[in-house]
T-cell receptor, first 118, second 110 residues
C-alpha cells in the first residue's frame, strides 16, 4: 500500500509555456503533500509544503507565483510551473504522508517528473 | 535543521554486507533517524527508521549508537539492485517535512 503516482513522468515544453504536474495518493488520503526539485547530481531540495484546502507554504527562495501549488483534495496536489524557462528544467518529485500519521512516520514518494524546457 | 553527515560514496561487492554510516552529533532527544534511498531516475524510497533501539525490517537493519550521535544502515547482502543514493535524515518534533542532505552513493560491484 501507500502508493503515490505522479503524472506525467516526462514532459518537454517550450520556453514561456506552463506545465502542470499531478501528484496523487492512490490508496490513502494525505492532508499534506510535499514538492521537491532535484537538479542532476544534486540532492532533493524542498520547494513547498502543500496542505489540503489551504495555501501552500513555500521554502525560502522559491517563487510562489512561478510554482503554483493546488491541493484541492485529500488525494491530489498539482504543481504548475508557469512561464517555464530552460533553467526550470529539473526532476520534480512529490511526496505524501498518510492523513493522521505522526511526524516520524515515513513519507511516500512519487517517481518524479522530468521537465525539459527548450 | 539538525544536520547529518555521510560519506559521498561507498563501494561494495555483490552479496557482501554493506555498512553505511551517518553522523548526527546535534540530534535532539525526540528526533527520529530515517533512511531513504533513491535509485536512478526514481523518487526516494523509504528504507527504515528508528529512535533509540536497533531496528530490522525486510530491507535492512538500523544500528543506532548508544549516544544517538551516529547510526549505521546495514544491508546484509548487497545486490546490484541496491545501487542507489542512500539518505540519512532526521525528523524533528513538530516538523512535517524532510530535508535531504547529499547522501551516500553506493556502487555494487558484480
Amino acid at each position: 500500500g501507500a502508493v503515490v503516482s505522479q503524472h506525467p513522468s516526462r514532459v518537454i515544453c517550450k520556453s514561456g509555456t506552463s506545465v502542470k504536474i499531478e501528484c496523487r495518493s492512490l490508496d490513502f488520503q494525505a492532508t499534506t503533500m510535499f514538492w521537491y526539485r532535484q537538479f542532476p547530481k544534486q540532492s532533493l531540495m524542498l520547494m513547498a509544503t502543500s496542505n489540503e484546502g489551504s495555501k501552500a507554504t513555500y521554502e525560502q527562495g522559491v517563487e510562489k507565483d512561478k510554482f503554483l501549488i493546488n491541493h484541492a483534495s485529500l488525494t491530489l496536489s498539482t504543481l504548475t510551473v508557469t512561464s517555464a524557462h530552460p533553467e526550470d528544467s529539473s526532476f520534480y518529485i512529490c511526496s505524501a504522508r498518510k492523513q493522521g500519521a505522526p511526524y516520524n512516520s515515513p513519507l511516500h514518494f512519487g517517481n518524479g517528473t522530468r521537465l525539459t524546457v527548450t | 535543521d539538525a544536520k547529518t553527515t555521510q560519506p559521498n560514496s561507498m563501494e561494495s561487492n555483490e552479496e557482501e554486507p554493506v555498512h553505511l554510516p551517518c553522523n548526527h552529533s546535534t540530534i535532539s532527544g525526540t528526533d527520529y533517524i530515517h533512511w531513504y534511498r533513491q535509485l536512478p531516475s526514481q523518487g526516494p524510497e523509504y528504507v527504515i527508521h528508528g529512535l533509540t533501539s536497533n531496528v530490522n525490517n525486510r530491507m535492512a537493519s538500523l544500528a543506532i549508537a548508544e549516544d544517538r550521535k551516529s547510526s549505521t544502515l546495514i544491508l546484509h547482502r548487497a545486490t546490484l539492485r541496491d545501487a542507489a543514493v542512500y539518505y540519512c535524515i532526521l525528523t524533528q518534533t513538530g516538523a512535517n517535512n524532510l530535508f535531504f542532505g547529499t547522501g551516500t552513493r553506493l556502487t555494487v560491484i558484480p
